[in-house]
T-cell receptor
Framework: GAGVSQSPSNKVTEKGKDVELRCDPI?????LYWYRQSLGQGLEFLIY????????KSGLPSDRFSAERTGGSVSTLTIQRTQQEDSAVYLC????????????FGPGTRLTVL | QQQVKQSPQSLIVQKGGISIINCAYE??????FPWYQQFPGKGPALLIA???DVSEKKEGRFTISFNKSAKQFSLHIMDSQPGDSATYFC???????????WGAGTKLIIKP
């Protein structure tokens, strides 16, 4: 079956512009995560969605970052007024349910802010 | 308390050798310890995982050793192959039942 997909695969933008990153989780997975991976670094948790529950936004680095998940499936991560330090790979993962161990990752979106 | 410390940052091993990557944690409430493998341009993928009720888990050439008293766990790759060249991340499940705390990663290069 299809895995987690993300689009675009690459995004180059100018400082100050807004960007939207999309994630399509595996069908039937109720849990969805966004992470940020800077070059040569580990994964930084951003936000977690589980079903219809309120998302855990504790990892969002500033109020320029927001995310939504429509219909319990597709998620969009929005970064407003992008800054150069936002340049990173943004990874999305999904899992079958909250507390289910394995997270399945998409290939990521590489964001470059000039 | 929520950190997972991973070492080394990079590792070069000859083909056929044993690759060893180590992780340490502080929070005794952690209850699940996975290792993920990431190839360039791809997202991480689960390689092997262990729970604290066992001291070792083996899957093929990959083994996790877990030392609960020392709060350490390690990944051993036996008979390392060039195809094992990747970045490896250890992680631990934290106080919530869903959030993983990630190590910083180890870039492994297997020389043919």
């Amino acid at each position: 079956g299809a895995g987690v997909s993300q689009s675009p695969s690459n995004k180059v933008t100018e400082k100050g512009k807004d960007v939207e990153l999309r994630c399509d989780p595996i069908s039937g997975h109720t849990a969805l995560y966004w992470y940020r991976q800077s070059l040569g670094q580990g994964l930084e948790f951003l936000i977690y969605f589980q079903g219809n529950s309120a998302p855990d936004k504790s990892g969002l680095p500033s109020d320029r970052f927001s995310a939504e998940r429509t219909g319990g499936s597709v998620s969009t991560l929005t970064i407003q007024r992008t800054q150069q330090e936002d340049s990173a790979v943004y990874l999305c993962a999904s899992s079958l349910a909250s507390g289910q161990d394995e997270q399945f990752f998409g290939p990521g979106t590489r964001l470059t802010v000039l | 308390q929520q950190q997972v410390k991973q070492s080394p940052q990079s590792l070069i091993v000859q083909k056929g050798g044993i690759s060893i990557i180590n992780c340490a944690y502080e929070n005794t409430a952690f209850d699940y310890f996975p290792w993920y493998q990431q190839f360039p341009g791809k997202g991480p993928a689960l390689l092997i995982a262990i729970r604290p009720d066992v001291s070792e888990k083996k899957e093929g050439r990959f083994t996790i050793s877990f030392n609960k008293s020392a709060k350490q766990f390690s990944l051993h790759i036996m008979d390392s192959q060039p195809g094992d060249s990747a970045t490896y991340f250890c992680a631990a499940r934290g106080d919530s039942n869903y959030q993983l705390i990630w190590g910083a990663g180890t870039k492994l290069i297997i020389k043919p």
